[in-house]
């Protein structure tokens, strides 16, 4: 007996009346199956991946460039021959390596104490029973909304009355948590960490430290990831608090980068090639850690 002969009367009347009146069933595509790309959807690709290359390709330009070859018109549209010469004279002038090593810290430092303390806070936000945690979310998400240029000056003097200044743990203590960090991760495990699996760790018998470590931690661990990329590139590419906590003997990227543009007439070529070597540490990191980055995205998207 095939499947065909377990049809019922009615589905095969259906089917013979479909096909008289030139019908067809439509057809439903099976789980887990990918669908195909058209053509428009590699122009789009195509044209948006070009549009964001775009300034990344122009800095590489100029800086291989000379500044007299920049200044005339039209632009030149392709590399020379001085990328080489422009990258030793801006890692020269700057001092890149003091700051190149100054900002992983910092960076690094930001990135990892973010990650955790968001994430622990964040737990207890979306887990945790306690009085006031409302009151208290709705206080952290309405720091987001204070323009940080607010706290300049009163942060300044904090750092002035510790004896801080212009040292690096001036600009790493004001970044160790952020309420962004905070209202994410809590948003993430609201849904992708269950309450069953807490209460059943609990039953086991495990501590809060060891729920932590072993259940909100390994759930966490894509938004964790996304979290500590987006924490490294702002904290490396910050600016606007490290120009006013250091100076230029010991600075970081951005405060180096920024003593290339001091002169009578600043080498537009050598600004350039600074800030092409100010961004190569993010495209490495991006480029090394991208696809587990992507991976773990996907992962948490499927559990959830």
């Known amino acids: 007996m095939t499947t065909s002969d377990l049809t019922l009367p009615q589905d095969r009347a259906g089917t013979r009346a479909e096909r008289g009146r030139g019908l067809r069933r439509p057809r439903v595509m099976g789980a887990g199956k990918q669908l195909d790309a ?3 959807t590699y122009v789009v690709l195509t044209v948006f991946a070009l549009v964001s290359l775009a300034p990344l390709v122009w800095t590489a330009i100029a800086a291989s460039r000379t500044d007299r070859r920049l200044a005339e018109t039209p632009p030149p549209l392709w590399f020379g021959g001085n990328l080489f010469k422009n990258l030793q004279a801006a890692w020269e002038q700057a001092g890149l390596g003091t700051a190149m090593v100054n900002s992983t810290l910092v960076a690094g430092t930001i990135t990892v104490s973010t990650v955790l303390f968001s994430t622990l806070a964040g737990f ?3 887990k945790l029973r306690f009085r006031f945690s409302g009151v208290l979310l709705l206080l952290t998400i309405g720091t987001m909304m204070i323009p940080p240029q607010l706290a300049v000056v009163p942060l300044y003097l904090w750092m002035s ?3 801080w200044s212009n040292q690096l743990q001036t600009v790493v203590l004001p970044t160790l948590v952020t309420a962004f960090g905070t209202f994410f991760m809590r948003q993430y495990l609201v849904q992708a960490l269950p309450t069953e699996l807490i209460e059943a760790a609990r039953v086991d018998g495990a501590s809060s430290l060891r729920v932590v470590w072993h259940v909100v931690f390994p759930a966490a661990r894509p938004a964790m990831a996304v979290l500590g990329l987006l924490t490294f590139v702002f904290a490396w590419n910050d600016f606007l608090w490290p120009i006013i906590a250091l100076n230029q ?3 970081t990227v951005q405060v180096a980068l920024n003593g290339l543009g001091t002169g009578y007439v600043p080498d537009q070529a050598v600004i350039m090639a600074g800030a ?7 495209l490495i990191a991006f480029l090394l850690f991208g696809k587990q ?3 773990g995205i996907m992962a948490g998207a499927i559990k959830g």
């Open 38 to 40: 058209g053509p428009v």
């Open 124 to 126: 207890a936000f979306a």
């Open 276 to 282: 092409l070597l100010g961004t190569l540490p993010l």
């Open 293 to 295: 980055i992507v991976g």
């Open 161 to 163: 009355d510790l004896g």
């Open 249 to 251: 003997q010991n600075p």
